[in-house]
């Protein structure tokens, strides 16, 4: 089942018009009982979980390096980044690629659920936030379960994504 969710989500990010993404499209996914949804547009693709590169001196949440595809891609735990417990990987665990500032990263996610047809109006705005902390929450959607929408171009602050970035970069082959 888990296969044709994946298949599902190569075909809506075809290259082709006939396969065109639409903006109401959401992978969802689980991390920590919660449901959450990316912007299909914003995913690259879905990896099953492997053996990751740590790298000293990075933020807890920030799980280390992996080679995909000749790129070194920086791996981030989503449970940690939203500041949640650790918890035990399991053969549904698997690893979220998206782009940040044209640079690919990583989100280690509990499952990946569905591709979701959400449209605008079905969409509630989230709750005003003290802090910058919450500003990837881009919204609230009700289904069976309730769908936090995340903005991945704000899952990092720039600094952040800056640091990363760098570290990646001097650890690239030639």
């Not at 989500?9 to 006939?18: D, I, K, T």
């Not at 509630?124 to 990837?136: G, I, L, T, V, W």
């Not at 609230?140 to 600094?159: C, F, G, M, N, P």
């Amino acid at each position: 089942m888990q296969e044709q969710r994946i298949q599902n989500l190569h075909e809506l990010s075809g290259e082709n018009e006939e396969h065109k993404v639409s903006s109401d499209k959401y992978l969802t996914f689980w991390c920590n009982n919660q449901l959450f949804g990316i912007g299909i547009g914003q995913v690259v693709q879905i990896v099953h979980m492997m053996d990751i590169t740590p790298l000293p001196d990075f933020p807890s949440y920030i799980k280390g390096i992996l080679s995909i595809r000749g790129e070194l891609t920086p791996i981030m735990d989503l449970r940690l980044r939203l500041g949640q417990q650790v918890s035990d990987y399991s053969e549904r665990t698997c690893i979220i690629l998206i782009r940040i500032d044209s640079r690919s990263f990583g989100l280690i996610v509990d499952a990946v659920n569905d591709v979701e047809t959400i449209s605008p109006q079905d969409i509630c705005p989230p709750p005003q936030q003290s802090d910058h902390k919450a500003n990837y929450l881009i919204g609230i959607a009700q289904r069976t379960q309730v769908i936090l929408l995340l903005d991945v171009d704000y899952i990092l602050s720039e600094k952040e994504i800056g640091e990363i970035i760098d570290v990646s970069n001097q650890t690239e082959c030639p």
